[in-house]
T-cell receptor
Framework: GAGVSQSPSNKVTEKGKDVELRCDPI?????LYWYRQSLGQGLEFLIY????????KSGLPSDRFSAERTGGSVSTLTIQRTQQEDSAVYLC??????????????FGEGSWLTVV | KQEVTQIPAALSVPEGENLVLNCSFT??????LQWFRQDPGKGLTSLLL?????REQTSGRLNASLDKSSGRSTLYIAASQPGDSATYLC???????????FGKGTKLTVNP
């Protein structure tokens, strides 16, 4: 596709339910990132992938959060037993190589999650 | 721990004015400093990336500078237009990591 695609764009879920958020990066991009943007907060890093490997998972807030990437392409962020504090916009981004090498990072429009 | 601060939080200017957005960071061990734009309800769009070895980058009416020693970056917007209205975010890419540490942004409104 032309850009980073995320689904669903909006999700309302009941507290305690599990949710899956999907990210389809730009074709050929090997690096993939997940960030979270909460109301009144800045963006916070969650996890990044190079290929299917996740060298840095340090931003995942708790063990209820997990992410995987398959085939070096699509990634899924899973939140188990959702809590109201999980309500946020979850942003996915990709780049052709490492951002530290000066590669532009492209963001999707986000998945807006509301836990009620 | 890297902390990124952006001042002011909001800025309103008349069309045509030149303006400066400020970003400061606490840890100078960065790979690069990046500026993004976010429109309401949208994702982020990369504007400029300054490598740690560089002093500035320019794209059209935008110019970003980096002073690692003082932990500061500025985004200069020339001849502002209503279409420039958005939230501008700066982010520091930490040395030894691929993660970006973001400021909370400056919400810019350019009035016609």
């Amino acid at each position: 596709g032309a850009g980073v695609s995320q689904s669903p764009s909006n999700k309302v879920t009941e507290k305690g339910k599990d949710v899956e958020l999907r990210c389809d990066p730009i074709s050929g991009h090997t690096a993939l990132y997940w960030y979270r943007q909460s109301l009144g907060q800045g963006l916070e890093f969650l996890i990044y992938f190079q290929g299917n490997s996740a060298p840095d998972k340090s931003g995942l807030p708790s063990d209820r959060f997990s992410a995987e990437r398959t085939g070096g392409s699509v990634s899924t962020l899973t939140i188990q037993r959702t809590q109201q504090e999980d309500s946020a916009v979850y942003l996915c981004a990709s780049s052709i190589g490492w951002g530290s090498s000066g590669n532009t990072i492209y963001f999707g429009e986000g998945s807006w999650l509301t836990v009620v | 721990k890297q902390e990124v601060t952006q001042i002011p939080a909001a800025l309103s200017v008349p069309e045509g004015e030149n303006l400066v957005l400020n970003c400061s960071f606490t840890d100078s061990a960065i790979y690069n400093l990046q500026w993004f734009r976010q429109d309401p309800g949208k994702g982020l769009t990369s504007l400029l990336l300054i490598q740690s070895s560089q002093r500035e980058q320019t794209s059209g009416r935008l110019n970003a500078s980096l002073d690692k020693s003082s932990g500061r970056s500025t985004l200069y917007i020339a001849a502002s237009q209503p279409g420039d209205s958005a939230t501008y975010l700066c982010a520091a890419q930490q040395g030894g990591s691929e993660k970006l540490v973001f400021g909370k942004g400056t919400k810019l409104t350019v009035n016609p």
